[in-house]
Every structure is written in C-alpha cells, then in structure tokens.
C-alpha cells in the first residue's frame, strides 16, 4: 500500500480499536459517530486487504496481521504526540490526571497507603488505578500506554522499558501468636514439621522464592506439607491468625500484617533469596513531565528500606 494514501487519522482509529476491542467505545473515544468508526475501519480494510478486526463475542479481535502492525503503529502514534504536543510543565498541586500502576496485591498493601497519603497532600487531583493482568499483557499495555508504571519484582520484561531498583526484599514466616510449636524462634525442625499456606499471586514473581523453599525441602530429603494453595493475599492475617498454619511473605508484608493482627513474623532458619523490587516504565512515558514526577516521588518514598 502507499503510505501517502492512509489518513493518520484511520490509524488513530486502529490504536483505539486495539485497545478497546470495541467500534462503541472507540467512538465515543476519539468523539465520533458509531457510523464515522465503521467507515474509518472499512477505510482501513481496503487499504491494508486484510479484515483487521473481526466480530466475536468477545469483542472485536485483531487478525494476525493487525496484531503485527500493533506495536509499530502504536509506538509510531506516540512518538508523533509527544513530536506535536507542547511540552507541558507538570505542576502536581493543580495537575488532574490519572496514572495507572501495575503491581500484585501485596504490592498494592505495601505500596498503596504511603503513596496515597503523598498524593492527598501533594497532589490532590491525582488520581491512582490499580491494573489486574499478568506481566506479558503488562509490556503489551504498557507500550500501547494503558499502563503507566510497574511496581515490583519483573525478571522477563523485553527490550524498551527503563528499570530503576526500589529496595532490596527478603522473605519471613509470618505465624500467630501463640502458635503451639513456634514461640521465640523458628528453628528447622519446626518450620519441616509445620502445615504451610502458599500465595501465588498473577503479578510479579513470588513463584521463585516458592521455587527456591520447594528446593530446599527436596535436599534436606522432606516433603513440604501444603495445607493451602492461595492465589489473593485477601484475608491472609485474619487466616494465619485463626490457624496453626506458616506462610512465608516479604518482610514488608509480614510487617504491615502483624502490625494490626495476632500474629508473628520470624526470620527463616535457612539461606533463601533475596529480591531487588523495582519500578518499570516503557520508553514512551520516559520524558513526559507528569510521569517523571511520579516516578521521583515513588523513589523517594521507596528507596533504600532495605
């Protein structure tokens, strides 16, 4: 095709489709008729000779070929705003604007009140969503700009995102108080012999340290006793605090729970690994002014609690 005959306008549409999945919404997204989207998506077919999107019932879903125009199309897209749009100094005491963070629920009980209480003073007009997916549709969103930033602990995220370390996280075993075999310290035995409550969140990698206690199990010739296998943080102290059951969490969940809860946290009696948590954001956002703003103030709240 030539590139001369395509609308810029046509791939806005495109952007939009990609995102919402949906002709409605895109709609009433970029401020047009339902009959102007459907035109622009016909538009779009004949250009390209390919459906692009096509209806089911869960939406409208790209084809393989739309699917590889995505990324190109919306990165392309960004680096165009931010070419044309005036540069925008970022007053944070007047800004009204959302940021959309990615992080697992333990990561939104550790990082969430500290944040929130900076913005109420700070930045008033600031709003915060929390997004729920799993770290591939995280790069995919991020890129595409439904995800501002990502809190936590990510190992696998491709090329184009800038990382900068948090604080370094350890793990400890989090039981209630008057537990009747733990009471002063954790020893060896007692953790073999213990029932265990595993968390598995979506987000972030809390399987590796589970990897990493499934493996020590196995040298020291033990079978781990897995009593319960959770996937949501949701009630953990009011279930450790009415079991004899041990769960391992990061120290800093181990700290906010026993804080307002029966319950004890002990250092584990052997070597486990230690994380770095970090926050992620892709290129696109790597200038914008709101953003850096955000970033410095998470860093500063954040940074060396180690």
């Given at each position: 095709?030539?590139?001369?005959?395509?609308?810029?306008?046509?791939?806005?549409?495109?952007?939009?489709?990609?995102?919402?999945?949906?002709?409605?919404?895109?709609?009433?997204?970029?401020?047009?008729?339902?009959?102007?989207?459907?035109?622009?998506?016909?538009?779009?077919?004949?250009?390209?000779?390919d459906p692009l999107f096509v209806k089911t019932p869960q939406g409208m879903l790209p084809t393989e070929l739309a699917t590889s125009l995505a990324s190109p199309v919306t990165e392309g897209l960004g680096l165009i705003r931010g070419a044309i749009e005036a540069p925008q100094d970022f007053v944070p005491a007047r800004a009204q604007r959302t940021f959309r963070l990615y992080l697992s629920d333990i990561g939104q009980l550790i990082f969430m009140p500290k944040l929130?209480?900076?913005?109420?003073?700070?930045?008033?007009?600031?709003?915060i969503v929390t997004v729920d997916t799993t770290p591939r549709e995280a790069q995919s969103a991020m890129a595409m700009g439904d995800?501002?930033?990502?809190?936590?602990?990510?190992?696998?995220?491709?090329?184009?995102?800038?990382?900068?370390?948090?604080?370094?996280?350890?793990?400890?075993?989090?039981?209630?108080?008057?537990?009747?075999?733990?009471?002063?310290?954790?020893?060896?035995?007692n953790f073999r012999n213990a029932a265990h409550a595993v968390y598995r969140p979506t987000a972030g990698h809390h399987d590796v340290f589970e990897t990493a206690v499934e493996q020590w199990f196995a040298r020291s010739g033990h079978q781990r006793h897995v009593a319960l296998r959770m996937a949501h943080s949701m009630g953990l102290s009011a279930l450790i605090a009415a079991s004899d059951l041990v769960v391992c969490v990061p120290t800093r969940?181990?700290?906010?729970?026993?804080?307002?809860?029966?319950?004890?946290?002990?250092a584990l009696p052997f070597e486990s690994?230690?994380?770095?948590?970090?926050?992620?954001?892709?290129?696109?956002?790597?200038?914008?002014?709101?953003?850096?703003?955000?970033?410095?103030t998470i860093f500063h709240l954040f940074h060396g609690e180690d």
């Open positions: 095709m030539n590139l001369r005959s395509l609308d810029l306008n046509l791939l806005l549409v495109f952007e939009s489709l990609l995102r919402t999945r949906s002709t409605t919404v895109t709609a009433e997204e970029l401020n047009l008729t339902q009959s102007a989207v459907s035109n622009a998506l016909k538009r779009l077919r004949l250009a390209f000779g929130m209480a900076t913005l109420a003073v700070q930045a008033p007009g600031v709003r995800i501002d930033l990502t809190l936590g602990l990510f190992t696998r995220f491709s090329s184009g995102f800038h990382q900068q370390r948090l604080f370094r996280e350890h793990y400890v075993a989090l039981v209630r108080d008057g537990h009747p075999t733990i009471h002063g310290e954790l020893t060896v035995e969940l181990g700290r906010a729970l026993s804080a307002n809860a029966d319950l004890q946290t002990y690994p230690e994380f770095d948590i970090s926050q992620l954001w892709h290129e696109r956002f790597h200038t914008d002014a709101g953003h850096r703003w955000l970033r410095n």
